[in-house]
């Protein structure tokens, strides 16, 4: 078993997927290239099936020391800090964009949602993922909401349900990170610099090369970032 790695988990040939998938790794090792990559790719392509599957990532990761990236991501500065906060906590992730789990219909109560599409764990967060597995096929994970028309759409499942139930049923402490560890920009308008991973299949504004740049001097102060529409 390798100490450190990056974990991805891919259900289906799409080509959208492939693509993001090659750009996520080509990010991590332009940033971390001591780092081992594993690609464990599903038998299924069904997407209820795959997000299922994704509550194994724990039993499927080969690493003492795992961060697990869905194939949307740019890894974009160093991840030391992550992997430092999840061997201290057991797991380390940010709070979703939502942040209310019950959104999911098979959800109740102020649960709290964490994003599980950039996720840093070691061995002492296995409790955690094993109820999350036990739970994630018999949970009602579908969320309806108001459409862009006003219309009601029902997104016919997703993982965070029962990963925001697992954390709320073994009473785990994950460590926080602040949302630049996880940046939505579909939703998340504006932000203090720098940014350390990207998390939408868009391509990067012409602006993050520059910002990149500006925070990896020492004298860069932080600075506020708005309107990424």
């Given at each position: 078993m390798s100490d450190r790695g990056v974990l991805y988990m891919v259900w289906g040939r799409d080509e959208k997927i492939e693509r993001a998938l090659a750009r996520s790794i080509q990010s991590v090792k332009n940033v971390h290239p001591?780092?081992?990559?594993?690609?464990?790719?599903?038998?299924?392509?069904?997407?209820?099936?795959?997000?299922?599957?994704?509550?194994r990532m724990f039993e499927l990761s080969p690493f003492r020391e795992t961060l697990f990236l869905d194939v949307d991501t740019v890894v974009l500065g160093r991840l030391d800090f992550g992997f430092a906060k999840a061997r201290e906590f057991g797991l380390a992730c940010c709070i979703c964009e939502c942040p209310w789990a019950q959104r999911h219909t098979g959800v109740h109560g102020e649960i709290v949602e964490y994003n599980t599409g950039v996720l840093?764990?070691?061995?002492?967060?296995?409790?955690?993922?094993?109820?999350?597995?036990?739970?994630?096929?018999?949970i009602d994970s579908s969320i309806i909401f108001h459409?862009?028309?006003?219309?009601?759409?029902?997104?016919?499942?997703?993982?965070?349900?029962?990963?925001?139930?697992?954390?709320?049923?073994?009473?785990?402490?994950?460590?926080?990170?602040?949302l630049n560890w996880n940046f939505r920009p579909k939703w998340q308008l504006s932000f203090f610099g720098p940014i350390k991973i990207w998390h939408d299949y868009e391509d990067l504004p012409p602006f993050f090369a520059e910002m990149r740049k500006y925070y990896n001097r020492p004298e860069a102060l932080i600075e506020y970032h708005a309107a990424m529409r």
């Open positions: 001591e780092l081992p990559v594993e690609v464990r790719r599903l038998e299924s392509s069904d997407p209820f099936k795959g997000l299922l599957q994704k509550a840093f764990f070691v061995d002492r967060a296995k409790p955690l993922f094993e109820s999350w597995s036990r739970l994630a096929p018999q459409g862009p028309q006003g219309q009601i759409i029902r997104m016919p499942h997703a993982d965070q349900g029962s990963f925001a139930v697992a954390v709320e049923e073994t009473k785990f402490s994950p460590f926080v990170l602040p």
